[in-house]
């Protein structure tokens, strides 16, 4: 796997084929077509001045990380650096106050690397703290003022997204003049739990159910990858090679 937070399924390809599919959603639709205009960015077709920003908000299980995605796999496909991670997280590694040297580094690197995907800003739809707000807006704002790429992914919409981020980076976000798309509807998210056989099953039926041999030996989809950063970091340092 080529980067952090990254799920196998958020990839250009699972992208396309959503964004074939004959009753894809507008949201979706739409979000696609930017991310394909990525590509002419680097046939030097647009004229981005302010830097590549871009803005994915909205409901839940609408396809938005899945085009983060794609947007990862584009600039890793171009020689470029691309790091996508969960705010939270990289903001506890990148901003703790330990002050080890991974942690140093991490920073380094979410200030430098070509292209910074930051998903999950505002998760469950709180506020950021004053401190989280702070360090989000000097990123984005030292980001844009070097022309580096950022998108910034949030259940938040076009009302909340200023309140929650702060004033700050939501000027620094303008200031790149951002493709923004908004994602509104159901979520394509399975919401029901299935067994083996596909049944849908509820929790109440697994509390205190001892683990059966069967389960064992049934073939496993392979595990989500880890999100840890050394091991993003040691790829860093290989794009930088
Ligand atoms: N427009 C769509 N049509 C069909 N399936 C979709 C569509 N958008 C997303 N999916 C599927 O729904 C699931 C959730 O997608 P994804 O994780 O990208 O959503 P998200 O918008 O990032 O959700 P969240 O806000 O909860 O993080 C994935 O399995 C994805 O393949
Ligand atoms: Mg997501």
Known sequence: MRASDLNPDWNFKKASEIASRSNVGEDFRLGFQTVNSIKEYFEGVSNLDKGLGIVFMGDYGRGKSTLGGAIHEIFLDHGKTSIMAQWARLCDKAYSFDGDEVNIELKNHIETVDM???????????????????????????????????????????????????????????????????????????????????????????????????????????????????DYLTKAKDFHK
């Open 116 to 230: 910074l995907i930051i998903d999950e800003v505002c998760s469950g739809q709180k506020r950021l703290s004053p401190f989280q707000q702070d360090k989000l807006s000097t990123l984005i704002r030292s980001r844009q003022a070097q022309r580096l790429a950022t998108v910034v992914i949030t259940n938040l919409d076009a009302e909340t997204l200023q309140t929650g981020i702060g004033t700050a980076a939501y000027e620094g976000l303008l200031e790149y003049e951002p493709f923004v798309h908004l994602f509104v509807g159901e979520t394509f998210r399975d919401r029901e739990l299935r067994d083996f056989n596909g049944q849908p099953i509820e929790i109440k039926e697994l509390v205190n159910k001892p683990l059966t041999p069967a389960k064992l030996v049934k073939p496993q989809e392979p595990p989500a990858v880890d999100w840890a950063p050394g």
